[in-house]
């Protein structure tokens, strides 16, 4: 059976140079009304943990969570996406860094965005000051990486370095860590604790 992720590998395929009639066809088969814009796999993760947590059922709801691989993408997914597409509601989220990007990107696609919603450096580092860094080395400890975790603090590029910029360089280090940890950080926010860019993107789909 068809479903959100199914509708997403169409998108990206098509995005690519593929054809535009499987997400054309998916997109209506499964009432999709709205697109999130992200930039990779980790803000994927993140965003579908919260929404677990709040037992959203974003797919049921029409929406489409869909990491472009990269800012640089995001033109290319907005016009696929947006008015000139399929015509879904646009939103996303991003790094204060690569704000520019995007907002080049929907400009020339002619595309609007409903709401941006930006993070001061990007995700990781929101969630980092949500649960402070005692608190991801808690989950360091209880998921087998404290020790790893350790060896990388005493690398001499990391004397220098507060331990918040520590964890934060920590969590990009090995393939597949960011996206596991997006999950894992959000799971273990308190409810009161979710950084503002990552709220208000759920609160307004």
């Given at each position: 059976?068809?479903?959100?992720r199914t509708f997403?590998?169409?998108?990206?395929?098509?995005?690519?140079?593929?054809?535009?009639?499987?997400?054309?066809?998916?997109?209506?088969?499964?009432?999709?009304?709205?697109?999130?814009?992200?930039?990779?796999?980790?803000?994927?993760?993140?965003?579908?943990?919260?929404?677990?947590?709040?037992?959203?059922?974003?797919?049921?709801?029409?929406?489409?969570?869909?990491?472009?691989?990269?800012?640089?993408?995001?033109?290319?997914?907005?016009?696929?996406?947006?008015?000139?597409?399929?015509?879904?509601?646009?939103?996303?989220?991003?790094?204060?860094?690569?704000?520019?990007?995007?907002?080049?990107?929907?400009?020339?696609?002619?595309a609007p965005l409903?709401?941006?919603?930006?993070?001061?450096?990007?995700?990781?580092?929101?969630?980092?000051?949500?649960?402070?860094?005692?608190?991801?080395?808690?989950?360091?400890?209880?998921?087998?990486?404290?020790?790893?975790?350790?060896?990388?603090?005493?690398?001499?590029?990391?004397h220098d370095r507060?331990?918040?910029?520590?964890?934060?360089?920590?969590?990009?280090?090995?393939?597949?860590?960011?996206?596991?940890?997006?999950?894992?950080?959000?799971?273990?926010?308190?409810?009161?604790?979710?950084?503002?860019?990552?709220?208000?993107?759920?609160?307004?789909?």
């Open positions: 059976m068809a479903d959100m997403r590998d169409a998108v990206t395929g098509w995005a690519a140079g593929g054809p535009s009639g499987p997400a054309r066809d998916l997109a209506e088969s499964l009432g999709a009304r709205t697109a999130v814009l992200l930039e990779g796999l980790s803000d994927l993760a993140a965003v579908e943990a919260l929404a677990d947590r709040r037992g959203r059922d974003l797919a049921a709801e029409g929406v489409c969570v869909v990491p472009m691989g990269g800012a640089m993408s995001v033109g290319r997914f907005a016009g696929l996406l947006g008015p000139p597409g399929l015509g879904l509601r646009l939103t996303g989220l991003c790094d204060k860094n690569e704000q520019g990007f995007y907002e080049r990107g929907l400009t020339q696609a002619q409903q709401d941006l919603y930006v993070c001061t450096a990007d995700l990781e580092d929101e969630l980092i000051r949500a649960l402070g860094t005692a608190g991801v080395e808690e989950i360091f400890r209880a998921e087998g990486d404290f020790r790893a975790w350790q060896t990388f603090q005493r690398q001499p590029a990391q507060c331990r918040h910029q520590q964890v934060r360089r920590f969590l990009g280090t090995k393939k597949g860590r960011k996206i596991r940890y997006g999950r894992l950080l959000v799971k273990a926010l308190a409810p009161d604790r979710t950084p503002a860019p990552l709220d208000g993107l759920l609160a307004g789909l």
